[in-house]
């Protein structure tokens, strides 16, 4: 009986052990294949493309970005073209994709020296620029990933800068090796912003950018990043690679692109730069971040010893294909669609056509068609940028719902036996519904001349959990909101500023509060700034088209700061004094954000100890608020809150400051007091202006700088004086009631700002030694 007791015993041991085996071989194999979400995009390709947005309006308009050879990169295009393509350091082109702006750039704005600038190739300036906006795009504070393990992988080849750069300035020879080194393309951007993970340029030529997206997402799934920036660049300094391609009888003839077209004769060179923002998707979720789509598999191979160097090959990209298939955990019928490498050209076109039909055509039973197109049709072959640009159309369509047309298809390749499988070209534009119990789904290929292929399976992000204070949520608000915009340069901030207002004009639909709460928490503050305050959308809107023209607005305060600010954050908190106040402030606040109200009523409760009346009733009471000895309390405690709501929202204060009560309150933020401390202080400090004071005097608050209303006090000799310097072009006059009036009413004639804001004593001198001495006693 013993031994079988022990037997069962050992036997559910052994079980355990099995169930706890097998529990983290599923994690295992689980954390191998989590999928990794897509949570920014950013671009420049050719037909002016600055953003995903510009590229998804030149889909959906069925436009081109090929045109002429740009004038302004010193080819002598005179000499350049030939028809003859056996001429020799000639094109028979004429034209192709080019991005715009892309010998612009802010060197100062990345600490960059103007020497240095010169002798970098523009493809390390783009990426750094597309870097910086993806992760902005993320709502990712560009220098909050400093000394984190996020990596950079970036596809480049082209590397002819230096072959066709002038003579350069002097001084600018020593940075010629880091200004022109593919590896630098990824370094250059871990460098600026202090990433610490992986920093790999990868060159498979025309596969580059979807290999180094592969190579992120096994990063990220290992754990070596825990954030990634992937994409590919290619900008032709020099014609030779149209050259050289024209030798090859490689280029289309009439600069057209006609992806899988019967009438397929070669493809449009082209350029152009795209970077992604990858995180695990279970990160991404965790941090509240917007997932725009999914990577959930991908596969990298090589043709190894085939038909020829170049020559694409069947066989391995049906392989590569199935391998990203498996990666994925799906089959082909559970995809529906495939952005190809599609460059246009007779041989290549058929040979990848083929192995789709292979892989994803057949078996699909009753599910509709693979639909297939290349973006390639409206862009050319942008090269190491052409996978990437593939990720971000199929995002885009999946996010619209829509597939667009590929271009320039007269009849479907008839070297293909279409019949042979459910493959069907995107001739026209169709809706993409979503398919029942999944997401839509597409395959993204790209096959390099080094031989090597890749094909990333993208995924429809899934739909958004509800989270309770979700990083990055803004609570409703009221009343006037600040955007706050920043700039390296007043023509930077006015440019920010337009910006600002195209964005928020195409989207009416966004909370004004989110905005502002955005522009804080995601946007580096720079040197020159401006706060453009407004009770509602169109106020808003109107500061910032002044701010964009230079000119003076109403609720615009604009400014610069001494030094460099894009690696610091600091918040100062300034808590006003008495005249801030209006009937039912933080009333709407209190119901919006539990945080404010929480502590308002911790502040409440103390306030409840020393008087008689209920503070939280005193906020909507118009005729309350008349009582200064109800007033200063509240007026506290509704500061004091504030502070614990902007904390709550990741803004902490280097600093406090405050006038009045404002004061006190101030020092309680600060720890300075405690707040039952400060909540004495500041109902026996009311008390004694009420039954002491109050009713001898008023203040005034005068937008002018105090020592020219010094000048005109002076000479009236009514017992007025400056009593708080509030700012270069405000202070505070206290006096005589009648006396005070006049002065104001005289001023408001002259067109100045001035308000009496309280009733107090006639000589605000005379209160301070008295009121001092009088509250020590009192505590």
Not at 30 to 53: D, F, L
Not at 69 to 86: I, M, Q, T, V
Not at 87 to 108: C, I, K, L
């Amino acid at each position: 009986m013993a031994d079988e007791e022990k037997l069962l015993a050992y036997l559910r041991r052994v079980t355990e052990d099995l169930q706890q085996a097998n529990r983290r071989l599923r994690e295992v194999e689980e954390k191998e294949r989590e999928p990794i979400a897509i949570v920014a995009m950013s671009c420049r390709y050719p037909g002016g493309v600055n953003s995903p947005e510009d590229l998804w309006k030149l889909l959906l308009e069925r436009e081109q970005g090929i045109v002429p050879f740009p004038k302004d990169r010193g080819w002598d295009l005179e000499a350049l073209y030939d028809p003859d393509p056996d001429s020799s350091g000639t094109t028979y082109a004429r034209s192709g994709g080019f991005v715009e702006g892309a010998d612009e750039f802010d060197p100062a704005f990345f600490g960059i020296s103007p020497r240095e600038a010169v002798a970098m190739d523009p493809q390390q300036r783009l990426v750094l620029e597309v870097s910086w906006e993806a992760l902005e795009r993320a709502g990712l504070h560009p220098a909050s990933l400093r000394g984190t393990s996020a990596g950079v992988f970036i596809g480049a080849f082209a590397n002819d800068y230096e072959v066709g750069r002038g003579p350069l300035p002097e001084g600018s020879e020593g940075y010629l090796g880091t200004g022109n080194s593919s590896s630098v393309i990824s370094g250059r951007v871990a460098y600026t912003l202090g990433l610490e993970g992986p920093a790999v340029t990868v060159d498979t030529a025309c596969s580059s950018s979807l290999v180094a997206i592969h190579m992120a997402c096994q990063s990220l799934r290992a754990g070596e990043s825990t954030l990634a920036l992937a994409g590919g660049v290619t900008i032709m300094a020099t014609p030779e690679l149209l050259v050289d391609f024209s030798h090859q009888r490689g280029l289309a003839r009439d600069d057209r692109c006609k992806a899988f077209s019967d009438e397929a004769d070669g493809t449009v060179l082209s350029e152009g730069v795209g970077v992604l923002v990858l995180e695990r998707l279970s990160d991404a979720v965790a941090a509240g971040h917007r997932v725009l789509g999914v990577i959930r598999g991908s596969a990298v191979n090589q043709d190894g010893a085939s038909n020829g160097l170049t020559a694409p090959n069947g066989p391995s990209q049906e392989r590569v294909i199935r391998q990203a298939l498996a990666n994925a955990g799906l089959s082909g019928a559970e995809v529906d669609a495939v952005e190809a490498h599609g460059t246009g050209t007779a041989l290549g076109d058929p040979i990848e056509a083929q192995a789709l039909l292979a892989t994803y055509g057949r078996d699909r039973g009753s599910a509709e068609p693979l639909w297939l197109g290349s973006v390639k049709s409206n862009i050319g072959h942008t090269q190491a940028a052409a996978g990437v640009a593939g990720v971000i159309k199929m995002v885009m369509a999946m996010r619209h719902g829509l597939l667009p047309q590929t271009l320039y298809v007269s009849t479907p390749t008839t070297h293909v036996d279409w019949e042979q499988g459910q493959v069907r070209l995107l001739e026209e534009a169709r809706d993409w519904p979503e398919p029942v119990g999944r997401p839509r789904r597409a395959g993204v290929s790209s096959f390099g001349v080094s031989g090597t292929n890749s094909h990333v399976i993208v995924e429809q992000a899934p739909e958004p959990q509800p989270q309770e204070d979700a990083p990055g949520s803004a609570p409703a608000v009221s009343g006037v909101v600040p955007w706050v915009v920043s700039g390296r340069g007043e023509e930077a901030l006015r440019a920010q500023a337009s910006r600002l207002a195209e964005y928020v004009v195409a989207r009416p639909e966004l909370p004004v509060g989110e905005v502002g709460l955005s522009l804080v928490r995601t946007r580096p503050v720079f040197e020159e700034r401006a706060v453009v305050m407004g009770a509602d959308r169109e106020e808003l809107l109107s500061g910032l088209q002044s701010l964009a023209a230079g000119e003076p607005g109403a609720g615009v305060v604009a400014g610069s700061v001494s030094g460099p600010a894009s690696g610091r954050r600091d918040a100062v908190l300034v808590f006003p004094g008495q005249g801030a106040q209006w009937a039912g402030m933080g009333v709407e606040l209190a119901q919006a954000s539990p945080v404010f109200a929480a502590r308002l009523e911790e502040c409440f409760a103390e306030i409840r100890r020393w008087v008689d009346w209920d503070p939280a009733q005193v906020l909507a009471d118009a005729e309350s608020l008349q009582s200064i000895e109800k007033l200063q309390p509240v007026a506290f405690a509704v500061g004091v809150a504030l502070a614990e709501l902007w904390e709550s929202v990741g803004v902490r204060p280097t600093a406090v400051v405050g006038h009045s009560q404002g004061e006190v309150a101030a020092a309680c933020v600060a720890g300075v007091l405690s707040l039952a401390d400060a909540v004495r202080v500041v109902v026996l400090r009311s008390r004694l202006f009420a039954a002491e004071l109050w009713g001898r005097g008023a203040i005034a608050a005068v937008g002018l700088p105090a020592e020219v209303v010094r000048e005109r006090i002076a000479s009236l000799g009514a017992g007025l004086e400056v009593s708080a310097d509030n700012g270069p072009a405000s202070c505070a006059v206290a006096g005589p009631t009648q006396a005070l009036e006049e002065l104001v009413e005289r001023l408001r004639g002259e067109g100045v700002r001035a308000r009496v804001i309280a009733t107090t004593v006639a000589s605000h001198s005379q209160m301070v030694e008295p009121l001092r001495e009088q509250l020590l006693e009192m505590l």
